[in-house]
């Protein structure tokens, strides 16, 4: 698992392609190996993930009859759920790069989204802890989610946009597909799973 020091360095290559310095591609290891490395960003996510688990469970328990279950079979599912958002999108941009011709990028643009989603993980949890901490501030709390989701869409975007070259709408297609699978699915599979309130 790819330490702190080496974290931040990614990081740093990630804030430079933000800012459209081409540099910040020789802070990332876009070789096979980083590659793989990079999925995990998902384990240093995970005490953000932590944050929203714990949020939901009682927005959860909130809407459900009194001595409603939500122990560890409860987080297990929503960190399935997580799973399955995170990989979905490199799978449908693997299984698309040959006929769309963007072979050559698909390495670094999985490699710089995972590290981006790090970040973004701990933004998302943001309004799930104030949440935690003040339970009436949830109207404030859904506002400060709307930002950070807006934020996150339009900086993918930038990020995307660098690694493809800056092919506008190539970029787009990739951006939604990092974020409207994941919502469709996780949506899906809340209401399989039983993790929505009745």
């Given at each position: 698992?790819?330490?702190?020091?080496?974290?931040?360095?990614?990081?740093?290559?990630?804030?430079?392609?933000?800012?459209?310095?081409?540099?910040?591609?020789?802070?990332?290891?876009?070789?096979?190996?980083?590659?793989?490395?990079?999925?995990?960003?998902?384990?240093?996510?995970?005490?953000?993930?932590?944050?929203?688990?714990?949020?939901?469970?009682?927005?959860?328990?909130?809407?459900?009859?009194?001595?409603?279950?939500?122990?560890?079979?409860?987080?297990?599912?929503?960190?399935?759920?997580?799973v399955?958002?995170?990989?979905?999108?490199?799978?449908?941009?693997?299984?698309?790069?040959?006929?769309?011709?963007?072979?050559?990028?698909?390495?670094?643009?999985?490699?710089?989204?995972?590290?981006?989603?790090?970040?973004?993980?701990?933004a998302?949890?943001?309004?799930?802890?104030?949440?935690?901490?003040?339970?009436?501030?949830?109207?404030?709390?859904?506002?400060?989610?709307?930002?950070?989701?807006?934020?996150?869409v339009?900086?993918?975007?930038?990020?995307?946009?660098?690694?493809?070259?800056?092919?506008?709408?190539?970029?787009?297609?990739?951006?939604a597909?990092?974020?409207?699978?994941?919502?469709?699915?996780?949506?899906e599979?809340?209401?399989?799973?039983?993790?929505?309130?009745?």
């Amino acid at each position: 698992m790819p330490g702190l020091d080496e974290v931040l360095h990614y990081l740093n290559g990630i804030w430079l392609l933000l800012r459209q310095k081409p540099e910040g591609f020789g802070w990332l290891d876009l070789s096979f190996r980083g590659l793989l490395r990079s999925f995990w960003a998902f384990a240093w996510c995970v005490p953000a993930f932590a944050v929203i688990w714990a949020s939901w469970r009682l927005y959860y328990l909130a809407g459900m009859p009194e001595g409603t279950a939500a122990g560890i079979g409860f987080i297990g599912k929503l960190l399935a759920i997580d799973v399955a958002g995170w990989l979905l999108p490199p799978v449908i941009l693997a299984a698309l790069a040959r006929p769309l011709g963007y072979g050559r990028q698909l390495a670094t643009v999985i490699t710089a989204s995972n590290w981006i989603a790090v970040p973004f993980g701990y933004a998302a949890a943001v309004p799930f802890a104030l949440t935690l901490l003040v339970p009436s501030s949830g109207p404030v709390a859904g506002l400060m989610l709307y930002a950070v989701f807006g934020a996150s869409v339009i900086l993918q975007y930038r990020l995307v946009w660098m690694c493809v070259g800056r092919q506008t709408l190539l970029a787009s297609a990739m951006t939604a597909i990092y974020v409207l699978p994941p919502m469709i699915v996780g949506q899906e599979l809340q209401r399989l799973l039983g993790t929505m309130p009745a």
